[in-house]
């Protein structure tokens, strides 16, 4: 059975920094390009940011680029976000998820497999 399971959520202050970590069992997903998504309450989930099969590009959401830092070890079959100077508008349960393709994308549409999501919550 395929999973991904997200973990190092939590409650920061505004200018913190958190670590997310997605672990993926069942399947290797070294082929394949993984994202990070977010919902916060009441708003449909949006594109965080994604990283190629190999790791060799990355792409962000202009709301987050220069403050995230995405990346990936396929030996052990984990993706990470690394996300820094966090702000309140950042509060949303985040989830990872791997792409139908190896190529980095925005498009939730070409993910098929999709973690339980964690919250982050970040205090003013």
């Known amino acids: 059975q395929v999973q991904l399971v997200e973990s190092g959520g939590g409650l920061v202050q505004a200018g913190g920094s958190l670590r997310l970590s997605c672990a993926a069992s069942?399947?290797?997903?070294?082929?394949?390009?993984m994202g990070w998504f977010r919902q916060a309450p009441g708003k449909e989930r949006e594109f965080v940011t994604a990283i190629t099969w190999s790791g060799a590009t990355t792409y962000y959401a202009d709301s987050v680029k220069g403050r995230f830092t995405i990346s990936r070890d396929n030996a052990k079959n984990m993706l990470y976000l690394q996300m820094n100077s966090l702000k309140p508008e950042d509060t949303a349960v985040y989830y990872c998820a791997a792409a139908t393709v190896g190529a980095g994308t925005r498009q939730q549409g070409l993910y098929n497999h999709w973690g339980q999501g964690t919250q982050v919550t970040v205090s003013s």
């Open positions: 069942g399947r290797t997903f070294s082929s394949n390009a």
